[in-house]
């Protein structure tokens, strides 16, 4: 299937689902959405870098909070419509995600991995530090009620984010369909053969971080806006890092399908539990699954559906 | 700068870095030796200090006390994690980003169980000790610091010893060096290897104890502790009990430094900051191998 055919579908998908939530006639199904939405953004753009190249990112809620302290920082200078926050955000973490491959990415694996938690607990400590975007007291964004066109404020939220979610999806399956998408397999597959064949590993893998950060940014920059009230513990929380490596994880790793699936299944399951059970136990229920699902499915539900396939043919 | 204020800082910062190296000991020995990535210690150590504060607040135990007692059940819990992990990633060959997925999953379920059971208070412990203090002129020895600090010491000597003087500690640093060596050398290394983590996770009772008696406790602070653990093993070199020490008192006494001259709130970033320049600039560490 062609890109710009994928990226069609996306958009009818994209619109029968917006289209379906209004009937619902109820606005939680557009605050609940948002957040489904956003971990798709989320858990996609993780896995551009995890999945494809296999360098596990802890620190997927620094590049968030970024995309949202973006825009509380430019809510308080020079208040901008949110789609160009977006972009801006995108910029600011693709650089902080560049500079942070700049630094690491000279390591393999664990270390890798134990940095990108570093630079999380760096950024946070500077934020705290930041009085003008709010310290540790954190800030308040007064959100305007209406907006044209659309009406509704959180709906119009609800739309962004869809597109971003499609944005984000059909950039992974443009990556996984190009030559781009190879080089990042044969890094996972296996790096020093990689290199010795010629691979540009170190561009490849700074690609890699620079886009995955860019679109976590992107998905942070309206969360002021749906909140209200910002503060970087919540900016940074941990269910942030660990929704972004347990979807794609659940889902399956190795395509665009897989952390869509996750992040569905489970997006939609916490919301469930969050209403139903408490916020604390939703996140139980994920750190639960990642655990179960890394030890009996390594391959995820996309890799279930393919070994359960294999046995019929 | 005055002197005294100098002098108490540094001092201060030792004492800590002897807490530090309590709560390392265990990242070095597992991450290490080892070659496993367990980013879920500092969960174990608050889970420690959980214990450490029931014992306490119900039976009116001392801590260190608790800690001694309940080494044996961390031995056996890290005894059946390690099994948990060897077969379902070790023996399979699995690649190493789901095993550290496996680590961030225990961490997290440790954290949002605390947080279940006991709520987000912060949770002390009371001790005769913990209030007092020894003042050598115009130094300041308050015991609360004191005390772990020199059992911690002791710990680690203790460890060294049996790394370097006994049969398993020294088929524990042959494991790291050449599995197959060991092998032909009559050695089971799954079983070497799971003594070496379930001792990692046991010293997790006893940093949990001390970290009660230093400071209170509620379920996220682990967090905090994964940076520097990370750091302080890298720093001081991975697997070398040494250079461990070495690595707890420089952070110790930067983090003392920094909390006295530039404000509290900044100390995190110190760990984590000066971990990346370990990374980027000296990944081997101070004394590496």
């Known amino acids: 299937m062609r890109s710009w055919l994928f990226f069609l579908i996306a958009c009818v998908v994209g619109a029968a689902v917006y289209g379906g939530v209004i009937l619902l006639h109820n606005e939680y199904y557009f605050f609940a959405g948002y957040t489904v939405l956003q971990f798709i953004v989320l858990a996609t753009a993780w896995n551009i870098l995890g999945g494809y190249t296999g360098y596990v990112n802890f620190g997927s809620a620094a590049f968030f909070a970024v995309g949202a302290y973006t825009s509380v920082f430019f809510h308080k200078t020079y208040p901008l419509p949110i789609p160009v926050l977006i972009v801006i955000a995108g910029v600011v973490a693709g650089i902080i995600g560049l500079g942070m491959g700049y630094l690491t990415l000279r390591l393999r694996g664990a270390f890798f991995a134990i940095a990108t938690l570093a630079m999380a607990v760096v950024l946070q400590t500077l934020i705290v530090n930041w009085d003008y975007v709010g310290g540790s007291r954190g800030a308040y964004i007064i959100r305007p009620r209406e907006i044209a066109v659309i009406g509704n404020y959180v709906q119009y939220l609800f739309l962004l984010m869809l597109g971003l979610s499609i944005i984000a999806l059909t950039v992974a399956r443009i990556i996984e369909r190009s030559r781009l998408g190879f080089g990042f397999a044969s890094i996972r597959d296996d790096e020093l053969a990689a290199e010795a064949a010629g691979v540009p590993t170190l561009k490849l893998k700074l690609i890699a971080t620079t886009l995955s950060g860019a679109l976590m940014g992107m998905a942070g920059a309206p969360f002021p806006y749906y909140i209200g009230y910002l503060e970087p513990a ?20 190795t395509s665009w399908a897989g952390p869509l699936i996750g992040a569905v299944l489970l997006g939609t399951l916490q919301q469930w539990a969050t209403v139903t059970i408490s916020s604390a136990a939703n996140l139980l229920l994920v750190g639960v699954l990642l655990v179960l699902f890394v030890i009996i499915a390594p391959k995820g539900i996309l890799g279930l559906v393919e070994s359960r396939r294999n046995k019929k043919g | 700068m005055s002197v005294d204020l100098f002098i108490n800082a540094l001092i201060a910062g030792l004492l800590l870095g002897g807490f530090y190296a309590a709560v390392t000991v265990g990242i070095s020995i597992s991450f290490g030796i080892l070659d496993i990535v367990n980013i879920a210690h500092p969960g174990f150590i608050i889970l420690g200090s959980y214990i450490a504060y029931i014992a306490n607040d119900r039976l009116g135990i001392d801590p260190i006390a608790t800690g001694i007692i309940v080494l044996p059940a961390f031995y056996a819990l890290g005894a059946v994690i390690y099994q948990v992990y060897y077969e379902s990633f ?35 412990v009371k001790a005769p000790y913990i209030d007092q203090s020894i003042n050598l002129g115009f130094v300041n020895l308050p015991l609360r610091m004191l005390i772990p600090c020199l059992i911690s010491l002791l710990m680690l000597a203790l460890l060294q010893l049996f790394l370097t003087k006994t049969f398993i500690g020294r088929a524990i640093m042959a494991v790291a060096q050449d599995q197959l060596a060991l092998q032909l050398m009559a050695a089971d290394p799954v079983r070497i290897k799971r003594i070496a983590f379930a001792i990692s996770i046991a010293t997790c009772a006893m940093a949990g104890a001390f970290l009660i008696i230093i400071q209170p406790v509620e379920p996220s602070v682990g967090r905090e502790y994964i940076g520097r653990v990370f750091a302080i093993c890298v720093l001081g070199g991975l697997g070398s009990l040494p250079g461990t020490l070495i690595g707890a008192m420089l952070l110790g006494i930067v983090e003392s430094f920094t909390a006295t001259f530039y404000g509290p709130s900044w100390a995190p970033a110190v760990a984590f900051g000066l971990l990346l320049l370990t990374l980027a600039f000296r990944p081997s560490g101070i004394l590496g191998r």
């Open chain 2, 90 to 124: 070790e023996r399979r060959g699995q690649d190493p980003l789901r095993g550290l997925a496996f680590f961030f999953g225990l961490l997290f379920i440790t954290e949002v169980l605390l947080i279940l059971v006991f709520g987000v208070d912060y949770r002390y």
């Open chain 1, 234 to 253: 919540s900016a940074f929380g941990l269910q942030y890092a660990v929704n972004s490596i347990a979807m794609p994880m659940i889902g399956g790793t």
